[in-house]
């Protein structure tokens, strides 16, 4: 059964305007956000991450938001720009920090 | 610096062949881990090792094996391929197996297919 679930399997945004991509999860264990950015024929890199002590986390044109009672976050980009079209994944771990649950990623385009 | 390797880039088996899929980091990183992804179904761990001389099965470890050969070296062998396993293959590699906020390197990823 998948953990950590990304419902939204593409989005379309226009140049200059906020993207928002959605993750939910299912296990309370999971105390470590992350988010990858990843383009074709490349691995995934990471992008951004959130504790479960925290509720935001900025780094540039990139934050996200955590909602522990929800057991949802989200990445939001402002400005979005044409080099954000990729896959985004959220991933999530416990504790113990060496078993990572991915979703199902979600493609973003920015339209020039 | 490489960061991770990851060898082949693509693989074409028959049903009931076997291989191998090498992996190799340079950051000197005590974790490493292969995970594959499927159309979706996101990137789902297969086989970790939390540091060298250790290996650990995650979610999806059936019809796997694989060998720490070094701090360096993870490499992952299906001994008798199945089409269930045409996949992209993607190893990472992360500093610390304690600390939850150590991120992960990624390889670029080998796609097999298995006819």
């Known amino acids: 059964d998948q953990q950590v679930k990304q419902n939204s399997p593409s989005l379309s945004v226009q140049e200059g305007r906020i993207s928002i991509l959605n993750c939910d999860y299912t296990n309370s264990m999971f105390d470590y956000f992350l988010w990858y950015k990843k383009y074709p024929a490349e691995g995934p890199t990471f992008l951004i991450s959130?504790?479960?002590?925290?509720d935001k986390n900025e780094d540039g044109r990139f934050t996200v938001f955590l909602n522990k009672s929800a057991k949802h976050l989200s990445l939001h980009i402002v400005p979005s720009q044409p080099g954000d079209s990729a896959v985004y994944f959220c991933a999530a771990s416990g504790r113990t920090g060496n078993q990572f649950y991915f979703g199902t990623g979600t493609s973003l385009t920015v339209i020039p | 610096n490489a960061g991770v390797t990851q060898t082949p880039k693509f693989q074409v088996l028959k049903t009931g062949q076997s291989m191998t899929l090498q992996c190799a980091q340079d950051?000197?990183?005590?974790?490493m881990y292969w995970y594959r992804q499927d159309p979706g179904m996101g990137l789902r761990l297969i086989y970790y090792?939390?540091?060298?001389?250790?290996?650990d099965k995650g979610e999806v470890p059936n019809g796997y094996n694989v060998s720490r050969l070094n701090k360096r070296e993870f490499s992952l062998r299906l001994e008798s391929a199945a089409p269930s396993q045409t996949s992209v293959y993607f190893c990472?590699?992360?500093?610390?197996?304690?600390?939850?906020?150590?991120?992960?390197?990624f390889g670029p990823g080998t796609r097999l297919t298995v006819l």
């Open positions: 950051m000197n990183h005590n974790s």
């Open positions: 090792s939390a540091s060298e001389g250790t290996t």
């Open positions: 990472a590699s992360r500093r610390s197996p304690l600390a939850s906020t150590d991120t992960q390197y």
């Open positions: 959130i504790s479960s002590i925290k």
